[in-house]
């Protein structure tokens, strides 16, 4: 019987979906989050509707309608309530820290008249209403100091960390500039993933990455055995002075990318490509030199800038083979960023402009939080740790 009534509401959604298409969107997530609230709560309590259990832990008290607004139009909702007043759902506010956040985005560049007709349409095709400035400022304010909370939050052993940065669109005296996007995910002593942190400046050079990376270490990152990275310069300086005696791996994808620009002929890429990845592919370091000797004789002489290159950069990316197998993987390349920085593009591109920094950091900030706590949820870890296990050297 439980089971046919978990059933039920999916049952609706989809009746909904076969009877009005797209145009029954809306009502039919409406359906389902209805259904998702009741069942927290009855998580919450410990026990379902009318349901005679030892182990509950307080009592349902009816529901609170709640009109939301989204990009799918408003959604009217029916908040479930406990006798104590306790309970709120997560499912309800899970999710929504970017969809408010976005609105706020848009709204701002609405209210300092940035692409006044372009913005407008976007914020009622997305969000199904128009703003003041009072609901601006009043959503900005609050939710700038819970994401501020978030980014200046404690933090602690971290065994591996991974920094990349993306750009965004933004504007500053009349000009649109890019702005720099940094973001730094972190492995603990339990093998979880987090994200620590983000910044946004109007730069990439090394006072921007030297203060972002001082600040992680201010609230407490310590214990790093890893830090893996892109090369670029300002990066490579700040992480030098920051964490000097810090192994350093460099990203194999980006590697490969990069000895493109040494290629002199456009028929030898593929082949120089599949020779490198198999350098990154070796069982072990030892294997993996001894295929980059290979490699050198291969094309000492029809590519001697790529050899040079070769020779100098290769074995910035062999750092990894310090790890356990089961690692290397993972922390061979700033994927992990990589697939974040994806995600906030997807989000961003809407908005395409940001009228500063500071918009543009509690869009990043919102969506961050919400997958950092989605990682934090998770029951499967990112890497196994035996015992003893560390970078070797």
Partial sequence: MARHDEDRPIGEAVKLLQTHGFDGLAEAVTVLLNSAMVAERSEHLGAGLYERS???????????????????GTLSLRVPQTRDGEFYPQSLTRGL?????????????????????????????LCGT?????????????????????????????????????????????????????????????????????????????????????????????????????????????????FPSVPWQRCQFHLQQNAGAYVPKMGMRSPVAADIRAIFNAPDQGEAEQLLEKFVKRYQKTAPQLVAWAEEALPEGFTVFALPASHRRKLRTTNLVERLNEEIRRRTR??????????????????????????????????????ETAVEG
């Fill in 350 to 387: 809407v908005a395409r402009l940001f009228p500063n920094e500071a918009a543009c950091l509690r869009l990043v900030s919102a969506i961050l939080m919400e997958i950092s706590e989605d990682w934090q949820s998770a029951d499967k870890r990112y890497v196994v740790f035996s015992k």
């Fill in 130 to 242: 128009e703003v003041s400035s009072t609901q601006v400022s009043r959503a900005a304010g609050e939710l700038d100091e819970m994401l501020a909370s978030w980014r200046c939050r404690d933090l602690g052993c971290y065994r591996y960390v991974i920094l990349d940065a993306q750009y965004e669109k933004v504007r500053r005296g009349g000009q649109v500039l890019d702005a720099a996007v940094l973001i730094a995910c972190g492995v603990d002593d339990n093998g979880d993933r987090d994200i620590l942190g983000c910044s946004v400046s109007l730069s990439e050079a090394e006072a921007h990455w030297r203060s972002f990376l001082v600040e992680l270490k201010d609230r407490g990152l310590h214990g790093l055995e890893l830090v893996v990275s892109d090369s670029h310069e300002g990066l490579k300086a700040a992480r030098k002075a920051v």
């Fill in 54 to 72: 030892s182990d509950r832990r307080g009592y349902a008290n009816g529901y609170k309608g709640k009109s939301l607004k989204t990009r799918l």
């Fill in 97 to 125: 820290r970017s969809e408010r956040a976005l609105l706020v985005a848009i709204a701002e560049m609405y209210v300092q008249g940035v692409s006044t007709r372009r913005v407008k349409r976007i914020v009622e095709e």
